[in-house]
């Protein structure tokens, strides 16, 4: 990394040009006096060291972070050219996806990388931080050579090129996208006592791309299709199977990803994003789009992304991810351990739905006897995040604290019990049911589940 | 910050206070007369029993719909599809957002017509019909031999699994097909058993899946033949029957009698998407919360008693990096130059050797990487090359003698 922090001769330029001569003497004077008081306070160890606090005396009850100076408000920063692609904090560096061998398929290239929903705010999902799952690891695609297909039961099949397909009107659209699997390894019980692990396997982010019903009005789509294959160009040539009427509605193909152009492991240069439904079917590195009478029958879509229901019979083509929610504040990796009796406390959370957009959420201190209804805070959009808010006076005393969605379609998030009633607890995906953190009298998070 | 989490006590308690039911096939057949609702905090619906008895348990779905939110779509006029709800152009806007209406209605006519050859190239699906699937042949013998040669390291003896990789098998088709009703309601419990044989509804499926991306390493590797004969040999460990005969050590699989094959759970999965009606039934479906769950928004006094709190029993929590909330600035290690041997090594090799699941030596265990010394660096570039035990030779992939002899030298180096 650049550490110079001499100014650079373009920027001694520009100050000689826009001031006297005077007062150029007098900048390269305290420059140099700068620098001097720079290097005393980075070398000098004690409570107080500042040149320029030199007129207040510290005293024991004041925050020595106040009364010292700083090494980083003595001298220059790095130059504007350094990081010309910006990066987080270094002190950040522990806000990352994180991985578990539980969740890969044998190896890494077969596996998730989960979103730490405890360090985010808002509703959008920085890139580097967007929930990451492949089947065949992470290609790196020159996107001059990539291609799209689309063909089968149309009068026209064509191939585009990244520069044909960026011609097209463009929509820009914020969804979530969700592994239906989010939250499927605890439909026995819960089995990660962190908020990353055990609701994570998702993200939301502004999509920027073409409607496919905007493509397809040049090519005459066939009356009898009924389906339409969704295929990847990495190694593991993902496929999905996805209803004409969704690619009718709102199903797009996608470029952009939070202004800038998708990320590798989100399918650069081309993905297709189907809003509100399994990201799953949201095909990364997206080369081909066929259309039949008849579905496909792909590999995810019957060996895995199949929901196993207690009658024997599984769920298939389970297409939107049901309304949900989870608090995101306090959660485990978050607590409450440094509250003190009577302070008011925000209480934060998510909540999304792929049927719809969030009206209502409803948030219980006793496991979901007695409600409260919560605000809504924020943009509230269809088929993205929804943040919502309550204040609460802390008691230190013990609580089984949860929240409860509902949505426009008329959904509203089920209690396990009623869940497991309506599917058992074998099905692996869609799992939606009431989430609940018990705080105890420390205020430490732990994950659990109510059985009423 | 984060804490470790303790196993929780109650959760044990809780765990030992409860009766020990088998399978729910076995409670039917048991407890038929004094039918429990619930086993462990799962309600349990018995066979025979009606939707109306999940319809207790399952709110219904009224969505709130206006002119700018409605349950059907404008283009067709029919529900929509998932169950939720379509948001028209109203007043310029959909849902939240603006639209430029006219660059929705302009022709663009972008791109240039896919060649015949060009489809042809890319459009390597295999339907049930048989569509895209090629003519040819491949015996079960020669199955077993591609199987041993380019599968095994993976996916274990006899496609039984390893590590956790998928298991290829679970044993006889048509019995396992029998365990899809099991509930692990209790630890001990045996829960559904899953794989091609006893749940995939079509074959074609598989055909398509090893010819697209198997061996992970190296897919769209193998030749037709190959990819029959694989077909073959793992329809023969599923024990599998083609109208009658038996899969057996002499069977030869081709296209005509791949299309024959039935799967005994074909009628396992709800909507039937099949037919003219696909679409239609799906609709039908997701229209109805009752066939998948949904819940009702009470506000008070929604349950009797105090709440009935299921602990974590057994945390997982390998996790990487470790949850850490602190802020700290990163530690930086010096970087030696990357081993020549390296990238191939992760591109051919780390699948099986990253680490011990498979079998293999993994690379940093000192210890397995000792005992593999003891016969000499030439024996051990010898069978890197040649294959030994699971591996196949160079370990299947496409390398020259000296890009094998390079990635021993990077294992030995990274293992020391």
Redesign the interface.
């Known amino acids: 990394m650049n550490k110079k922090t001499d100014m650079s001769k373009e920027e001694l330029a520009l100050v000689s040009e826009t001031t006297e001569e005077n007062s150029r003497r007098a900048f390269f004077k305290k420059t140099a006096a700068y620098s001097v008081s720079a290097l005393a306070a980075t070398s000098v160890v004690g409570p107080v060291n500042a040149s320029a606090n030199e007129h207040v005396k510290a005293n024991p009850e004041d925050d020595p972070h106040i009364m010292e100076e700083k090494p980083w408000s003595l001298k220059f920063g790095d130059d504007v050219t350094v990081n010309l692609y910006g990066q987080p904090s270094?002190?950040?560096?522990?806000v990352?996806r994180?991985?578990?061998?539980?969740l890969?398929?044998?190896?890494?290239?077969?596996s998730i990388a989960v979103t730490p929903l405890?360090?985010l705010n808002g509703i959008i999902t920085p890139n580097g931080l967007f929930f990451n799952r492949h089947?065949?690891g992470t290609p790196t695609i020159d996107p001059n050579q990539h291609r799209l297909?689309?063909?089968g039961l149309v009068e026209?099949?064509?191939?585009?090129?990244m520069d044909?397909?960026k011609?097209?009107?463009n929509?820009s659209?914020i969804h979530f996208l969700e592994c239906p699997a989010n939250g499927g390894?605890e439909w026995?019980?819960?089995?990660?006592?962190?908020i990353?692990?055990a609701k994570g396997f998702m993200s939301c982010a502004e999509w920027t791309g073409v409607?496919i019903?905007?493509?397809l009005?040049?090519l005459g789509l066939k009356p009898?299709a009924?389906?339409m294959?969704a295929?990847g160009i990495d190694?593991?040539?993902m496929?999905r199977t996805i209803?004409?009427?969704?690619v009718?509605?709102d199903a797009m193909i996608v470029w952009g990803q939070n202004g800038e152009a998708l990320r590798p492991e989100q399918g650069y240069p081309l993905r297709i994003v189907v809003p509100?439904?399994e990201a799953n079917l949201c095909v990364k590195w997206l080369?081909?789009l066929?259309f039949?009478?008849?579905?496909?029958?792909?590999?995810e879509e019957?060996?895995k992304y199949?929901?196993?229901k207690?009658?024997?019979?599984?769920?298939?083509?389970?297409?939107?991810n049901?309304v949900n929610s989870v608090i995101t504040s306090p959660c485990?990796?978050?607590?409450w351990?440094d509250l003190k009796k009577g302070e008011m406390v925000e209480i934060e959370g998510l909540a999304w739905?792929?049927?719809?957009?969030i009206?209502?959420v409803?948030i219980s201190f006793?496991?979901?006897?007695?409600?409260?209804e919560a605000s809504l805070k924020g943009?509230?959009?269809?088929k993205a995040w929804t943040r919502f808010s309550l204040m609460h006076k802390y008691t230190g005393e013990p609580m089984?604290l949860c929240s409860?969605a509902?949505?426009?379609?008329?959904?509203?998030?089920?209690?396990?019990?009623?869940?497991?009633?309506?599917?058992?607890?074998?099905g692996v995906y869609?799992r939606?049911g009431?989430h609940t953190w018990?705080i105890d009298a420390k205020g430490?998070v732990?994950?659990?589940?109510?059985?009423? | 910050?984060?804490?470790?989490?303790h196993n929780?006590v109650a959760a044990k308690v809780l765990f030992a206070s409860l009766f020990c039911f088998g399978n729910?096939t076995n409670i039917a057949a048991s407890e038929q007369k004094n039918k429990p609702t619930?086993i462990n905090?799962?309600?349990?619906?018995w066979p025979g029993e009606s939707r109306e008895e999940?319809k207790k348990?399952?709110?219904?779905?009224?969505?709130?719909v206006s002119k700018k939110?409605t349950?059907k779509?404008d283009?067709?006029g029919?529900l929509?599809?998932?169950?939720?709800?379509?948001?028209p152009i109203v007043d310029g806007k959909t849902?939240?957002?603006y639209?430029?209406e006219l660059?929705?209605k302009?022709?663009?006519?972008?791109?240039?017509?896919?060649t015949a050859n060009?489809?042809k190239a890319?459009?390597?699906?295999v339907?049930?019909?048989g569509t895209g699937l090629p003519e040819g042949s491949g015996s079960v013998e020669f199955g077993d031999e591609v199987y041993e040669e380019k599968c095994l390291s993976?996916h274990g003896d006899f496609g039984a699994g390893?590590?956790?990789?998928?298991r290829l098998t679970v044993g006889n088709a048509y019995e396992m097909h029998k365990t899809?009703?099991?509930?692990?309601?209790d630890p001990d419990t045996d829960?559904?058993h899953?794989a091609?044989g006893s749940?995939?509804?079509?074959a074609?499926?598989l055909w398509?899946?090893i010819k697209?991306?198997m061996p992970?390493q190296a897919?769209?590797s193998l030749t037709t033949e190959e990819v029959y004969a694989l077909a073959a040999y793992i329809l023969h460990v599923n024990e599998m029957e083609i109208e009658g005969e038996e899969v057996d050590e002499d069977y030869v699989l081709d296209r005509e009698k791949f299309l024959k094959i039935k799967m005994p759970n074909v009628d396992?999965?709800?909507?039937n998407?099949?037919?003219?009606k696909?679409?239609d039934n799906?609709?039908a479906y997701?229209n109805d919360?009752?066939?998948?769950?949904?819940?009702?928004?009470?506000?008070?006094?929604?349950?009797?008693?105090?709440?009935?709190?299921?602990?974590?029993?057994?945390?997982?929590?390998?996790?990487?990096?470790p949850?850490?909330?602190?802020?700290?600035?990163?530690v930086v290690k010096d970087e030696k130059p990357a081993h020549s041997g390296k990238a191939n090594y992760e591109a051919s090799c780390?699948?099986c050797h990253?680490?011990d699941?498979m079998g293999a030596p993994a690379v940093g265990d000192k210890k397995a990487w000792e005992a593999v010394m003891k016969k000499g660096i030439d024996a051990v570039k010898k069978n890197a090359i040649h294959g030994i035990n699971g591996m196949p030779p160079k370990g299947g992939a496409d390398l020259t003698d000296e890009q094998v002899n390079e990635i021993v030298d990077y294992m030995i180096e990274a293992s020391k």
Not at chain 1, 411 to 426: D, F, L, M, S, Y
Not at chain 2, 122 to 125: L, N
Request: net charge neutral; hydrophobic share 30%; charged share 20%.
């Open positions: 270094p002190y950040e560096h522990k990352t994180r991985t578990t061998p539980i890969s398929s044998g190896n890494m290239r077969a405890q360090d089947h065949g297909m689309i063909h026209k099949p064509i191939v585009l090129t044909q397909i011609r097209y009107p929509v659209r390894p026995r019980g819960p089995q990660f006592n962190s990353q692990f409607y019903k905007d493509i009005k040049d009898e009924q389906w294959l295929e190694s593991s040539h496929g209803p004409v009427d969704k009718l509605d509100g439904w080369c081909r066929e039949a009478s008849e579905p496909f029958y792909a590999k019957t060996s199949t929901a196993l207690q009658t024997g019979k599984a769920i298939q083509h389970f297409y939107a049901e485990p990796e978050k607590p351990t739905s792929g049927m719809g957009t009206t209502h409803d006793d496991g979901g006897k007695n409600w409260v943009l509230v959009l269809e089984l409860r509902a949505d426009d379609a008329g959904h509203v998030q089920p209690t396990v019990k009623q869940e497991r009633k309506a599917v058992g607890i074998e869609h939606n009431i018990e430490e732990t994950n659990v589940q109510i059985l009423s | 910050m984060y804490k470790s989490y929780s729910l619930e905090g799962v309600p349990v619906v999940i348990y399952v709110g219904e779905a009224k969505a709130l939110v349950k779509y283009f067709n029919k929509v599809i998932d169950g939720g709800v379509y948001y849902g939240s957002y639209v430029n660059a929705h302009t022709p663009y006519n972008k791109g240039k017509r896919a060009e489809q890319w459009d390597i699906d339907m049930p019909d993976c390893s590590g956790l990789y998928p899809l009703t099991n509930q692990r309601v829960g559904p899953r091609f749940y995939w509804p079509y074609s499926t398509w899946y697209t991306g992970h897919p769209m396992g999965f709800e909507p998407i099949n037919g003219p696909g679409q799906a609709r997701f919360p009752v066939n998948y769950g949904n819940g009702i928004r009470c506000m008070k006094n929604c349950f009797d008693g105090e709440p009935r709190v299921q602990r974590i029993a057994f945390a997982l929590t390998d996790f990487s990096p949850l850490d909330s602190t802020k700290t600035l990163p780390a699948v990253a680490t699941a």
